[in-house]
C-alpha cells in the first residue's frame, strides 16, 4: 500500500482542481477504493473525497420529469428515493440488490459505475490486460465468473447492478473535470476492452462522475430488475437483467454480469418483443437470438443458460 | 444482619475409611480409552475418589437442563468481550508477516529497505526460528512448499508501519514446478512436493472387516459412483494470532486456541523452556472449528520476536493468511461400491479414496465413517493421502467423517433408488446395534428414535404430496435425508476446583476453553446445579495454563463429557464441605441439607440459611472442592448420532439451490442447555450447508496461487441463506458415557448435511449430485447428463 493524501472538496471546482493534481482519483464511500488501495490493485497519490461537495449526494427530479442523481448520491438513496420507486422501479431495485446494506449506505452511484472489475487475477494482481501485462490469465484458468459475450482480449465483467439498469433506462452520466462538464450516454460510458483493456470507462484522469440523468421518457410502465447470485445476498450478479417497458412504449433489456460492461439487447429483439403477440417458442427463440454472439470461455457457459432463462422470464414479464 | 461467626462444628459421622494395606490397594492410575477427532486414544487416569451417582433421567434438575441464556452474551454483543486480538501490553510492538508469491521454489529475502522504514524495530528471518517446525516444515523456510508459506516477519511500532515494512521485503523467487492438486500431483514426471515423495508414507490405508468380494458376490444389486468434495476453509472469524511478552525467562502468550496446555507445552519445547516458565492465555475466541489445537505459527513467531526485540510483540494472521495457511478440510474423491440384497441387506461396502493433503497435517479421512454408520458385515476402505504444494490440512468440525459422510451417505441414497426403497427404510434395514469397527457396545444408542422422530417433525412420509407446492413451473421440490455417526464420550484427563466465595458466589476453574459454543455456560451450569447455588452466583475461569488445573483441548466434541463430570466432582466436594460447616449453623444433620437457589434447607424443618450467609459466617475460610474425570468404561463405545431431513426448491433453467427447511434430530446424551446446544445444531447446520452450495478454495492450477483467499469470494452462506433450521434432541441421559449423561453435540451436526441437500437436490431434479459444492453450474451440468 503505498502512502496518499486525503481531502475533502468544498466544491465542484475545488475538487476538479484537486483532481487535476499527480495520481489524484475521486473517492466516494470508498469502500471498493480503500481496498483496492489496500491489496495493492491502484496506487494513487491523492484522494479527493466527493462526499461534502453541496447537492453532490442529492437525488432530485427536474422540471420535465428527468431524475438527476449527484455523482456522490449513496446506493441507499437512490434505492428508497420515492421518485425513483414510483418511476423508475429497475433503478430501485438495481441499487437495492447491491452488496449489503453496509455497502448501501457508504457507497455512492458515482463510485458504483468506476469501481473496478473483481477479476480474481486483476485483483490479487496476477499480470494481466488491466495491470499492465500482455495477457489475460483466466482463459486458460478460472474463469467461471468472467464474460461470455463481448470480452476479450480482458474478459473481465463489470460487476455494477445499478449500471445494468441505466443501460436499459438510457441514462446519462455527466463528468466533469477542470477544463468543464460533459455528458455521455451511458452505451458510451463503458469502453469495451478491445479498445482499451486497462480501463472500464470513459473517466480520464482529472475527471469525476458529478452526476446521473434518467431520462422522464424511461419513466413508468413494466420495469424489473433480477440478479441471481451464488447466495442469496452479498453477492455479485452471476447474471442479471434489467428489462423495461416504459409508460411511453419501447423495449429495452440490458444483462450485467455477461459482458465487460451492461450488455444492452440487440434492438431487433427489443423491437419483437414490444410489439407484443409472443408464445413461448417465440420467446426462447426471441432469447437464443440475444445471445447469438455470445462466445463461452472453458468455464463460464452456464451463464449462457442463466441469461436466456433471464431473458425469457423478462420477456414474459413486460408481456403483460 | 448476619449473625455472629462461629466455628463450625466438627463433621459428625465422618470417619475416616481403613486404610488399605499396600497389597490390597487397587491399582490408582489405570488406562482408558478416549476417542478424539475420530481417532481413540489410550489415556491414563487417576481414578477419583469421589464418583457421584449418575444422573439419569429421573434426577430432579433445575438449572441442568434449563434453557438459561449464554453468561456472556452481553459482553460479546457490547464490545466488552476481550479477544486476544483485543490484547495491548505496553511497548508491544506489531509483526506483519511476508508471505510466498508462488507455491514452490527458493526465496531469497532482501530485508535492508524494511529494515529502514520508520517505525520498524526488526525483522525474523529463517535464521531466527531455526528447528521450529510445524506439520514437518521448518518456520519461514526459504523454500517454497505453497503459496502464502510465512517467509519472513516484521515488527514494528503499529500494524501500518509493519505492513509498510513488510510490502518493502524484496522476495525474489527462483521458481520451481509446483503440483497444487491431484492430477499434477499424481502425474508421470510430477515435482516432489515432499522428500519422501507425493503419496504419504502411510498410504494407501487400508482398514477391512469381513470378505468384501464374498460380500459383493452374494450381493443382488451393486453400484459403483465417484463423489468429489472440495477444499473447504475453517473461515473462524477470529484469525489465528498471538501475543507474547517475555519477563526475564518467562514467557506470556495470550493465543487464540483450542487448547491452552498444548499450546504452552510447543512453546516451551521449541524455546527451551520448562513448563512452568510458560504461561498460556485465552479468554474469549472468535471460533477455530479445529484449525487452532496447539501453538501456531504466530505463537512461535511472536514469542521469538518479543525475545529477539525485547518487546511484547502482536502476531496475527490476516484475512488472506487465515484463508491461505491455517488450515483446511481435505478434499475427497470417493470411489464407493455398495453391494445389496434385493431387500436392502447390504452385504459389502469398498471404498477407493484418494486425498490431496496439501503439505501436511493429519490423516483424517474420509474411511472411518464406512465402518460405523450402517450394519454390514464386509467393510473395506482404501484412503491414499497426496502430498500437494498447498497450506497444511487441520482438523475441521468432524474431520473425514463429514466428507466421508458425502459419499457413503450418497452412495446410500443412490442404492434406495436403484432398490426402489425409501432412504429412510434402506438406513432402519441395516441399523447397526453395537460398534462393528471395534466389536463392542455401544453406551447408547438411539438414531431410530431420530429417525422415526426426525421424519415424523418433517413430514418424510407425505413428501410426495408436498412435491407439487412450488412457486413456479421451472422450480422443483426436492426431499433427501442423510445420517451420522461421531464419537462423543469425551473421557480423562480434566480437572477442576470449585471455590466458595465469602459472599456465597462460586468460581469454577478448570483450564479449558470456550471458543465460543457456550462451555462457560455449561459448565456454570453443572457447577450451580450440584451446589445448590445460583446461576448467576457462579463463573467459569477458563484459559490460564498457570492459574488453572488442566483440562484437555476443546476438540473433538469432548469438553462437556469430559469437563463437566469434573466440574461436577468437584462441586460436589465444596458442597459436601459447605454442608459439614452449615449443619452445625442450622442444627441438623449433614445428610438432611439440600440447597437450591442458592438456599440450604434442613428436610422436614422451616430452618434455612443462604449459601452467601454459610460462607460469610465462616469468613475466609476457603470452602474448596476438587475434581476429576473418570475413566470410561471398558469396551464400550460412546457415539453421538442423528440424522437430517432436508427440504430444497431447484430452478432448473439457472440451476440454483434453495435450502427450504431442514430438519436435524440428535441423540447426544443429556442436553445441559437446550438453548446453547440447538445453536450448535442451527450453526453445523449453516456451516453445513455453506460446504453443500457454496464453499471451495479455488487455486489457479497453472499458477499454483489461491484465487479466493477472501470472505467476499470464499462464499459462507449469509443469513439471507439459512433455510427453516428445526433442531432437537432425541432420548435422554446416557448414564453409561459419564455420570453428567452428557456426550458431544457440536460437530455430529454437520456430518449429515451435504449429502441431506444433495440428496433433496437428486429428487427434485431427477440426477444425482456427485459433486459439492452443488453450484448453479454444477447443476445445470448434472440436468444435463441426465437428459
Ligand atoms: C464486498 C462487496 C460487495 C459488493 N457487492 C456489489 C453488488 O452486489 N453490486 C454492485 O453493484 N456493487 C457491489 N459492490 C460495489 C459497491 O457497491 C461499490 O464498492 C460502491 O458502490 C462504490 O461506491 P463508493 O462510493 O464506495 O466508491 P469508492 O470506493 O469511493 O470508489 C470506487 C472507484 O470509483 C472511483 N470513483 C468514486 N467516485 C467517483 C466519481 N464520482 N467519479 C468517478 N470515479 C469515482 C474511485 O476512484 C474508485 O476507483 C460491492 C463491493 C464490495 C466491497
Given at each position: 500500500?503505498?502512502?496518499?493524501?486525503?481531502?475533502?472538496?468544498?466544491?465542484?471546482d475545488?475538487a476538479?482542481?484537486?483532481?487535476?493534481?499527480?495520481?489524484?482519483?475521486?473517492?466516494?464511500?470508498?469502500?471498493?477504493?480503500?481496498?483496492?488501495?489496500?491489496?495493492?490493485?491502484v496506487?494513487?497519490?491523492?484522494?479527493?473525497?466527493?462526499?461534502?461537495?453541496?447537492?453532490?449526494?442529492?437525488?432530485?427530479?427536474?422540471?420535465?420529469?428527468?431524475?438527476?442523481?449527484?455523482g456522490?448520491?449513496?446506493?441507499?438513496?437512490?434505492?428508497?428515493?420515492p421518485?425513483?420507486?414510483?418511476?423508475?422501479p429497475?433503478?430501485?431495485?438495481?441499487?437495492?440488490?447491491?452488496g449489503?446494506?453496509?455497502?448501501r449506505?457508504m457507497?455512492?452511484?458515482?463510485?458504483?459505475?468506476?469501481q473496478?472489475?473483481?477479476?480474481?487475477?486483476?485483483?490479487?494482481g496476477?499480470?494481466?490486460?488491466?495491470?499492465?501485462?500482455?495477457?489475460?490469465p483466466?482463459?486458460?484458468?478460472?474463469n467461471?465468473?468472467?464474460?461470455?459475450?463481448?470480452?476479450?482480449?480482458?474478459?473481465?465483467v463489470?460487476?455494477?447492478d445499478?449500471?445494468?439498469?441505466?443501460?436499459?433506462?438510457?441514462?446519462?452520466?455527466?463528468?466533469?473535470?477542470?477544463?468543464?462538464?460533459?455528458?455521455?450516454?451511458?452505451?458510451?460510458?463503458?469502453?469495451?476492452?478491445?479498445?482499451?483493456?486497462?480501463?472500464?470507462?470513459?473517466v480520464?484522469?482529472?475527471?469525476f462522475?458529478?452526476?446521473?440523468?434518467v431520462?422522464?421518457?424511461?419513466?413508468?410502465?413494466?420495469q424489473?430488475?433480477?440478479?441471481?447470485?451464488?447466495?442469496?445476498?452479498?453477492?455479485?450478479?452471476l447474471?442479471?437483467?434489467?428489462?423495461?417497458?416504459?409508460?411511453?412504449g419501447?423495449v429495452?433489456m440490458a444483462?450485467g454480469?455477461?459482458?465487460?460492461g451492461p450488455?444492452?439487447?440487440?434492438?431487433s429483439?427489443e423491437?419483437?418483443?414490444?410489439?407484443?403477440?409472443?408464445?413461448?417458442?417465440?420467446?426462447?427463440?426471441?432469447?437464443?437470438?440475444?445471445?447469438?454472439?455470445a462466445?463461452?470461455?472453458?468455464?463460464?457457459?452456464?451463464?449462457?443458460?442463466?441469461?436466456?432463462?433471464?431473458?425469457r422470464?423478462?420477456?414474459?414479464?413486460l408481456a403483460t | 444482619m448476619?449473625?455472629?461467626?462461629?466455628?463450625?462444628?466438627?463433621a459428625?459421622?465422618?470417619?475416616?475409611?481403613?486404610?488399605?494395606?499396600?497389597?490390597?490397594?487397587?491399582?490408582?492410575?489405570?488406562?482408558?480409552?478416549?476417542?478424539?477427532?475420530?481417532?481413540?486414544?489410550?489415556?491414563?487416569?487417576?481414578?477419583?475418589d469421589?464418583?457421584?451417582?449418575?444422573w439419569?433421567?429421573?434426577?430432579?434438575?433445575?438449572?441442568?437442563?434449563?434453557?438459561?441464556?449464554r453468561m456472556?452474551?452481553?459482553?460479546?454483543?457490547?464490545?466488552?468481550?476481550?479477544?486476544?486480538?483485543?490484547?495491548?501490553?505496553?511497548?508491544m510492538?506489531?509483526?506483519?508477516?511476508?508471505?510466498?508469491?508462488a507455491?514452490?521454489?527458493?526465496?531469497t529475502?532482501?530485508?535492508?529497505?524494511?529494515?529502514?522504514?520508520?517505525?520498524?524495530?526488526?525483522?525474523?528471518?529463517?535464521?531466527?526460528?531455526r528447528?521450529?517446525?510445524?506439520?514437518?516444515?521448518q518456520?519461514?523456510?526459504?523454500?517454497?512448499?505453497?503459496?502464502?508459506q510465512?517467509l519472513?516477519?516484521?515488527c514494528a511500532?503499529?500494524?501500518?508501519?509493519?505492513?509498510?515494512?513488510?510490502?518493502?521485503v524484496?522476495?525474489?523467487?527462483?521458481p520451481?514446478p509446483?503440483?497444487?492438486?491431484?492430477?499434477?500431483?499424481?502425474?508421470?514426471?510430477?515435482?516432489?512436493?515432499?522428500?519422501?515423495?507425493n503419496?504419504?508414507p502411510?498410504?494407501?490405508?487400508?482398514i477391512q472387516?469381513g470378505?468384501?468380494?464374498a460380500?459383493?458376490?452374494?450381493?443382488?444389486?451393486?453400484?459403483?459412483?465417484?463423489?468429489?468434495?472440495?477444499v473447504?476453509?475453517?473461515?473462524?472469524?477470529?484469525?489465528?494470532g498471538?501475543?507474547?511478552?517475555w519477563?526475564?525467562?518467562?514467557?506470556?502468550?495470550?493465543?487464540?486456541?483450542?487448547?491452552?496446555?498444548?499450546?504452552?507445552s510447543?512453546l516451551?519445547?521449541?524455546l527451551?523452556?520448562?513448563l512452568?516458565?510458560?504461561?498460556?492465555?485465552?479468554?474469549?475466541?472468535?471460533?477455530?472449528f479445529g484449525?487452532?489445537?496447539?501453538?501456531?505459527?504466530?505463537?512461535?513467531?511472536a514469542?521469538?520476536?518479543?525475545r529477539?526485540?525485547?518487546?511484547?510483540?502482536?502476531?496475527?494472521?490476516?484475512?488472506?493468511?487465515?484463508?491461505?495457511?491455517?488450515?483446511?478440510?481435505?478434499?475427497?474423491?470417493?470411489?464407493?461400491?455398495?453391494?445389496?440384497?434385493?431387500?436392502?441387506?447390504?452385504?459389502?461396502?469398498?471404498?477407493?479414496?484418494?486425498?490431496?493433503?496439501?503439505?501436511?497435517g493429519?490423516?483424517?479421512?474420509?474411511?472411518?465413517i464406512?465402518?460405523?454408520?450402517?450394519?454390514?458385515?464386509?467393510?473395506?476402505?482404501?484412503?491414499?493421502f497426496?502430498?500437494?504444494?498447498?497450506?497444511?490440512?487441520?482438523?475441521?468440525?468432524?474431520?473425514?467423517?463429514?466428507?466421508?459422510?458425502f459419499?457413503?451417505?450418497?452412495?446410500?441414497?443412490?442404492?434406495?433408488?436403484e432398490?426402489?426403497?425409501?432412504?429412510?427404510?434402506?438406513?432402519r434395514?441395516n441399523?447397526?446395534?453395537a460398534?462393528?469397527?471395534?466389536?463392542?457396545?455401544y453406551?447408547?444408542?438411539?438414531?431410530?428414535?431420530?429417525?422415526?422422530?426426525?421424519?415424523?417433525?418433517?413430514?418424510?412420509?407425505?413428501?410426495?404430496?408436498?412435491?407439487?407446492?412450488?412457486s413456479?413451473?421451472?422450480?422443483?421440490?426436492?426431499?433427501?435425508?442423510a445420517a451420522?455417526?461421531?464419537?462423543?464420550?469425551?473421557?480423562?484427563?480434566?480437572?477442576?476446583?470449585?471455590?466458595?466465595?465469602?459472599?456465597?458466589?462460586?468460581d469454577?476453574?478448570?483450564?479449558?476453553?470456550?471458543?465460543?459454543?457456550?462451555?462457560?455456560?455449561?459448565?456454570?451450569?453443572?457447577?450451580?446445579?450440584?451446589?445448590?447455588?445460583?446461576l448467576a452466583?457462579?463463573?467459569t475461569?477458563?484459559?490460564?495454563t498457570?492459574?488453572l488445573?488442566?483440562?484437555?483441548?476443546?476438540?473433538?466434541?469432548?469438553t462437556?463429557a469430559?469437563v463437566?463430570?469434573?466440574?461436577r466432582?468437584a462441586?460436589?466436594?465444596?458442597?459436601?464441605?459447605l454442608?459439614e460447616?452449615?449443619?452445625?449453623?442450622l442444627?441438623?444433620?449433614?445428610?438432611?441439607?439440600?440447597?437450591?437457589?442458592g438456599?440450604i434447607?434442613v428436610?422436614?424443618?422451616?430452618?434455612?440459611?443462604?449459601?452467601g450467609?454459610?460462607c460469610?459466617r465462616?469468613?475466609?475460610?476457603?470452602i474448596?472442592?476438587?475434581?476429576?474425570?473418570?475413566p470410561?468404561?471398558?469396551?464400550?463405545?460412546?457415539?453421538?448420532?442423528g440424522a437430517?431431513?432436508?427440504?430444497?426448491?431447484v430452478?432448473?433453467?439457472?440451476?440454483r439451490?434453495?435450502?427450504?427447511?431442514?430438519?436435524?434430530?440428535?441423540?447426544?446424551?443429556?442436553?445441559?442447555?437446550?438453548?446453547?446446544?440447538?445453536?450448535?445444531l442451527?450453526?453445523?447446520?449453516?456451516q453445513?450447508l455453506?460446504?453443500a452450495l457454496?464453499e471451495?478454495?479455488?487455486?489457479?492450477a497453472?499458477?499454483?496461487?489461491?484465487?479466493?483467499?477472501?470472505l467476499?469470494?470464499?462464499?459462507?452462506?449469509t443469513?439471507?441463506?439459512?433455510p427453516?433450521?428445526e433442531?432437537?434432541f432425541?432420548?435422554g441421559?446416557?448414564?453409561?458415557?459419564?455420570?453428567t449423561g452428557?456426550?458431544g453435540?457440536?460437530?455430529?451436526?454437520?456430518?449429515?448435511?451435504?449429502?441431506?441437500?444433495?440428496?433433496a437436490?437428486?429428487?427434485?431434479?431427477?440426477?444425482?449430485?456427485?459433486e459439492?459444492?452443488?453450484?448453479?453450474?454444477?447443476?445445470?451440468?448434472?440436468?444435463?447428463?441426465?437428459?
Amino acid at each position: 500500500m503505498s502512502p496518499f493524501t486525503y481531502h475533502r472538496a468544498t466544491s465542484t471546482d475545488d475538487a476538479a482542481a484537486r483532481l487535476a493534481g499527480a495520481r489524484a482519483v475521486p473517492m466516494g464511500g470508498g469502500t471498493d477504493l480503500l481496498v483496492a488501495i489496500d491489496e495493492g490493485v491502484v496506487a494513487p497519490a491523492q484522494l479527493v473525497d466527493l462526499r461534502g461537495v453541496p447537492g453532490a449526494d442529492a437525488v432530485a427530479l427536474d422540471a420535465r420529469g428527468a431524475l438527476r442523481i449527484g455523482g456522490a448520491a449513496r446506493v441507499h438513496d437512490v434505492a428508497r428515493h420515492p421518485a425513483v420507486l414510483e418511476r423508475w422501479p429497475a433503478l430501485a431495485q438495481a441499487c437495492e440488490a447491491v452488496g449489503s446494506p453496509t455497502l448501501r449506505q457508504m457507497g455512492t452511484m458515482g463510485g458504483n459505475l468506476c469501481q473496478r472489475p473483481r477479476c480474481w487475477y486483476f485483483r490479487r494482481g496476477v499480470s494481466c490486460f488491466k495491470n499492465g501485462g500482455d495477457e489475460c490469465p483466466a482463459v486458460d484458468g478460472e474463469n467461471q465468473y468472467l464474460a461470455v459475450i463481448g470480452g476479450g482480449p480482458c474478459h473481465a465483467v463489470h460487476p455494477s447492478d445499478p449500471a445494468v439498469a441505466l443501460t436499459a433506462l438510457e441514462a446519462t452520466v455527466e463528468i466533469t473535470s477542470a477544463g468543464g462538464t460533459r455528458t455521455v450516454p451511458i452505451a458510451a460510458f463503458f469502453v469495451p476492452p478491445a479498445e482499451a483493456p486497462e480501463r472500464e470507462t470513459v473517466v480520464g484522469p482529472g475527471e469525476f462522475v458529478s452526476a446521473i440523468g434518467v431520462p422522464a421518457v424511461s419513466a413508468g410502465g413494466v420495469q424489473r430488475y433480477h440478479k441471481l447470485m451464488q447466495r442469496e445476498a452479498w453477492d455479485f450478479a452471476l447474471v442479471s437483467i434489467a428489462a423495461v417497458r416504459p409508460a411511453a412504449g419501447g423495449v429495452r433489456m440490458a444483462l450485467g454480469g455477461v459482458a465487460p460492461g451492461p450488455w444492452r439487447v440487440n434492438s431487433s429483439v427489443e423491437e419483437d418483443v414490444a410489439s407484443g403477440g409472443l408464445d413461448d417458442d417465440s420467446i426462447s427463440a426471441l432469447a437464443e437470438r440475444a445471445l447469438y454472439d455470445a462466445q463461452p470461455l472453458s468455464k463460464n457457459g452456464y451463464k449462457i443458460e442463466m441469461a436466456g432463462a433471464l431473458l425469457r422470464q423478462a420477456m414474459r414479464e413486460l408481456a403483460t | 444482619m448476619a449473625p455472629r461467626k462461629r466455628p463450625p462444628a466438627p463433621a459428625r459421622g465422618a470417619s475416616a475409611p481403613p486404610a488399605p494395606t499396600e497389597a490390597h490397594r487397587p491399582p490408582r492410575f489405570v488406562a482408558t480409552k478416549v476417542e478424539i477427532e475420530g481417532r481413540e486414544e489410550t489415556k491414563i487416569v487417576e481414578l477419583p475418589d469421589r464418583n457421584p451417582q449418575p444422573w439419569d433421567d429421573a434426577a430432579e434438575l433445575h438449572v441442568v437442563g434449563a434453557r438459561v441464556p449464554r453468561m456472556d452474551a452481553v459482553e460479546k454483543v457490547t464490545g466488552g468481550a476481550r479477544y486476544t486480538a483485543d490484547v495491548l501490553r505496553p511497548g508491544m510492538l506489531w509483526a506483519a508477516v511476508v508471505r510466498a508469491p508462488a507455491a514452490a521454489g527458493r526465496a531469497t529475502l532482501d530485508v535492508s529497505a524494511a529494515l529502514a522504514r520508520p517505525g520498524v524495530r526488526g525483522v525474523l528471518t529463517l535464521d531466527d526460528v531455526r528447528g521450529i517446525r510445524l506439520d514437518g516444515m521448518q518456520l519461514l523456510d526459504d523454500a517454497i512448499h505453497y503459496a502464502g508459506q510465512p517467509l519472513c516477519v516484521v515488527c514494528a511500532d503499529h500494524y501500518a508501519l509493519a505492513r509498510a515494512g513488510a510490502a518493502a521485503v524484496r522476495v525474489t523467487v527462483e521458481p520451481a514446478p509446483h503440483a497444487v492438486n491431484l492430477e499434477q500431483a499424481l502425474a508421470d514426471g510430477a515435482p516432489r512436493v515432499r522428500s519422501r515423495g507425493n503419496v504419504s508414507p502411510r498410504s494407501p490405508r487400508l482398514i477391512q472387516r469381513g470378505d468384501v468380494d464374498a460380500g459383493l458376490h452374494d450381493a443382488e444389486v451393486t453400484i459403483t459412483r465417484e463423489y468429489r468434495t472440495p477444499v473447504a476453509l475453517h473461515s473462524a472469524l477470529e484469525p489465528h494470532g498471538a501475543v507474547a511478552e517475555w519477563e526475564g525467562g518467562r514467557l506470556s502468550v495470550w493465543e487464540s486456541t483450542q487448547g491452552i496446555f498444548n499450546t504452552r507445552s510447543d512453546l516451551a519445547k521449541a524455546l527451551g523452556l520448562g513448563l512452568s516458565n510458560v504461561r498460556v492465555m485465552k479468554d474469549y475466541m472468535g471460533g477455530g472449528f479445529g484449525a487452532k489445537n496447539g501453538a501456531s505459527a504466530a505463537a512461535y513467531l511472536a514469542a521469538v520476536a518479543a525475545r529477539k526485540l525485547g518487546r511484547p510483540v502482536r502476531c496475527a494472521w490476516d484475512r488472506e493468511g487465515e484463508q491461505t495457511d491455517a488450515g483446511n478440510r481435505s478434499a475427497t474423491v470417493q470411489r464407493v461400491t455398495l453391494g445389496a440384497k434385493r431387500d436392502g441387506t447390504l452385504t459389502a461396502i469398498v471404498l477407493d479414496a484418494t486425498i490431496p493433503l496439501g503439505m501436511g497435517g493429519w490423516e483424517a479421512g474420509p474411511g472411518r465413517i464406512y465402518h460405523e454408520l450402517h450394519a454390514c458385515p464386509n467393510v473395506r476402505t482404501s484412503e491414499t493421502f497426496v502430498y500437494t504444494n498447498t497450506g497444511p490440512m487441520a482438523s475441521f468440525r468432524a474431520p473425514g467423517h463429514t466428507e466421508g459422510a458425502f459419499g457413503l451417505e450418497s452412495a446410500l441414497n443412490a442404492l434406495a433408488g436403484e432398490l426402489g426403497l425409501d432412504p429412510l427404510e434402506l438406513r432402519r434395514r441395516n441399523y447397526a446395534t453395537a460398534d462393528q469397527s471395534r466389536d463392542r457396545r455401544y453406551s447408547a444408542k438411539r438414531l431410530d428414535e431420530c429417525y422415526r422422530r426426525g421424519a415424523e417433525r418433517f413430514g418424510w412420509h407425505d413428501r410426495a404430496a408436498r412435491r407439487a407446492t412450488t412457486s413456479a413451473t421451472h422450480v422443483r421440490r426436492g426431499f433427501g435425508m442423510a445420517a451420522c455417526v461421531w464419537g462423543g464420550g469425551g473421557g480423562p484427563p480434566a480437572y477442576a476446583t470449585v471455590r466458595l466465595n465469602r459472599d456465597g458466589t462460586a468460581d469454577v476453574l478448570t483450564g479449558a476453553q470456550d471458543l465460543g459454543t457456550g462451555s462457560r455456560t455449561v459448565l456454570a451450569q453443572i457447577a450451580a446445579e450440584t451446589l445448590g447455588a445460583k446461576l448467576a452466583d457462579v463463573r467459569t475461569v477458563l484459559g490460564d495454563t498457570e492459574r488453572l488445573p488442566f483440562a484437555s483441548n476443546s476438540w473433538g466434541s469432548i469438553t462437556t463429557a469430559s469437563v463437566g463430570p469434573a466440574v461436577r466432582a468437584a462441586a460436589e466436594e465444596a458442597r459436601d464441605r459447605l454442608f459439614e460447616a452449615a449443619a452445625a449453623m442450622l442444627d441438623a444433620g449433614v445428610t438432611e441439607l439440600s440447597s437450591r437457589d442458592g438456599v440450604i434447607s434442613v428436610r422436614g424443618s422451616e430452618r434455612t440459611m443462604t449459601i452467601g450467609e454459610a460462607c460469610n459466617r465462616l469468613g475466609d475460610v476457603m470452602i474448596m472442592g476438587q475434581g476429576s474425570r473418570g475413566p470410561n468404561p471398558e469396551q464400550t463405545t460412546i457415539p453421538a448420532f442423528g440424522a437430517h431431513f432436508a427440504e430444497v426448491e431447484v430452478d432448473v433453467e439457472t440451476g440454483r439451490v434453495r435450502v427450504v427447511r431442514i430438519v436435524a434430530a440428535h441423540d447426544s446424551g443429556r442436553i445441559i442447555n437446550p438453548t446453547l446446544a440447538e445453536s450448535q445444531l442451527e450453526g453445523a447446520v449453516l456451516q453445513g450447508l455453506g460446504y453443500a452450495l457454496f464453499e471451495e478454495r479455488v487455486l489457479d492450477a497453472r499458477l499454483g496461487l489461491p484465487m479466493n483467499p477472501t470472505l467476499h469470494d470464499y462464499k459462507v452462506p449469509t443469513m439471507a441463506d439459512a433455510p427453516a433450521i428445526e433442531g432437537f434432541f432425541v432420548g435422554g441421559a446416557d448414564t453409561v458415557a459419564n455420570h453428567t449423561g452428557a456426550k458431544g453435540l457440536a460437530e455430529p451436526p454437520i456430518i449429515p448435511v451435504a449429502p441431506a441437500i444433495a440428496a433433496a437436490v437428486a429428487d427434485a431434479i431427477g440426477a444425482e449430485m456427485p459433486e459439492i459444492p452443488m453450484t448453479p453450474w454444477r447443476v445445470l451440468a448434472e440436468l444435463k447428463t441426465a437428459g
